[in-house]
């Protein structure tokens, strides 16, 4: 028997995105979004959505750029942190010790000490309600050598990325591998 | 040190979202999807991107309506079924064992038998490059009485969700609860 629970924005998994980006002062700020996902493969595209009133709307809509930052489960504290506290009033990077630079790619910092960060240049506005959706297109993806392995890409075991179950409002962490993708289904 | 990756589509989590729709024929189909999550909080809406080449995309355009099905780690093998094979040539309902449901709200079908759904009407149409962004606003959720706690909400170890890593092309369980949001990070 199912049970409707109404309109509301549940989905599993909900992603944890630490969005970089710099204000009219150059000030560097991070933003936790939790709205948001790939969305292109060609070009490769970001969507991420928030309210206007956000410090980071009015700083996308100024530099056209950000970055998405992927963090360790060791970082969830610092991630909670980022959704919880205005960049009007608080140095986020200074307040969590984390180093900003400058992309070489677009005009956005990421977080030296972040382990996967994918550089984004914008590329479409949609207005859709209370938020505000800016989709960005993937220049490059930059990640730590040491969570990468023999493939060229990252071990999600070492990644640790985690993410958000938002009817609970609680983080939750990777669990099992349970099959390869593109080919467990050909069983059936 | 950072290495760079290319322009990718790699983010973690990558969800898998079950795209419920009709064909002109009221032939139900399902389509796993990768891009897409939550767009907006008012109206509640989720974004999905597919090729236009894909049945679904036809059928969307069509009915102006889909459902998002997510389901638990013991049907894992079943959603990689519904990425690998075209609903044009194959009755995937039929073919694992899925009742298709016509949902009272939108004219579109889900999974009896899936734990977790959200029902949509097509709002926003946005054509990114390859792919076509369907934004659905979100009518309704139906979950499983077996799943949902005293909270009123799903326990997540009762839905067991699971999602995707595009880089190793592996699906993965949900893991250990890390800690309470808007509130961990008030440490800092």
């Known amino acids: 028997m199912k049970k409707s629970l109404g309109a509301r924005t549940i989905i599993y998994p909900t992603p944890v995105l630490i969005v970089g980006t710099y204000d ?15 969305c292109c493969s060609t070009p490769p595209c970001v969507a991420i959505s928030m309210r206007k009133a956000t410090y980071t709307h009015g700083n996308i809509k100024l530099r056209k750029a950000f970055t998405v930052n992927i963090l360790s489960e060791n970082m969830v504290k610092e991630a909670d942190y980022y959704g919880v506290v205005s960049g009007k009033s608080e140095d986020k990077f200074a307040k969590t010790n984390i180093t900003p630079v400058k992309s070489d790619l677009v005009d956005a910092p990421y977080g030296k000490e972040f382990p996967f960060i994918l550089e984004c240049k914008l590329l479409k506005i949609v207005e859709i309600g209370s938020h505000t959706q800016f989709v960005g297109e993937i220049l490059d993806i ?44 050909k069983e059936i």
Chains 1, 2 share one sequence.
């Open 24 to 38: 009219s002062q150059e000030r560097p700020n991070l933003m936790a979004v939790a709205w948001g996902g790939i």
């Open 142 to 185: 930059k990640a730590e050598e040491s969570i990468i392995d023999s493939s060229g890409f990252p071990d999600i075991e070492k990644l640790k990325p985690f993410f958000f179950d938002p009817a609970k409002s609680e983080y939750l962490g990777t669990g099992k591998k349970l099959g390869k993708g593109f080919s467990i289904g």
